[in-house]
């Protein structure tokens, strides 16, 4: 006989030049620590609406593209927004992002198309200027913790 299933954290992340693969891992090392939780991560391209509706919570990672989010992100939110938008009310997610500018634009526009999902922010972006140092790693790794220990103790 099983308990409850454990809830699950959704990383959906694109990465071209490593920096942000190099983040979802930490946010991934960070999201298994905690032992009440099932990890999902896919990439962008991979995901799907399934992935979404099915999973607790969800962190978004993306490297900054012309001031905007990857283009393979915003193909997600585009295949499954109409499949999705009434199915995931309140349910908690983040981002992290990898930026050789400020981050800001595409922090905007993801907290903007995550509004219209109606998903419900629980933590501050984690924004990663630059090249990656163990500084950026360790915030990602306290991130994936953070959701990860919220989901387990059904805080959120």
């Known amino acids: 006989m099983s308990g ?6 959704l990383i959906v992340f694109h990465t071209q030049s490593g920096r942000t693969g190099r983040l979802c891992e930490a946010v991934a090392r960070g999201a298994r620590r905690e032992d009440g939780t099932k990890l999902v991560v896919r990439r962008a391209f991979d995901a799907t609406a399934a992935d979404l509706v099915e999973c607790s919570a969800v962190i978004f990672g993306t490297p900054e593209n012309f001031g905007y989010m990857s283009g393979a992100l915003k193909d997600f939110f ?3 927004y109409d499949a999705t938008k009434d199915r995931t009310p309140r349910k908690p997610w983040a981002m992290f992002v990898s930026a050789g500018n ?3 634009g595409a922090i905007r526009e993801v907290s903007r198309i995550a509004l ?3 998903l ?3 933590a501050d972006p984690v924004l990663c200027v630059g090249e990656v140092t163990d500084e950026h790693e360790r915030r ?15 805080v959120f």
């Open 4 to 9: 409850p299933a454990k809830p699950t954290l």
């Open 78 to 80: 585009d295949r499954t």
């Open 102 to 104: 400020d981050g800001t």
């Open 116 to 118: 219209g999902y109606g």
């Open 120 to 122: 419900k922010q629980v």
């Open 140 to 154: 990602c790794e306290e991130l994936g913790h953070t959701l990860a220990a919220g989901l387990a103790l059904d």
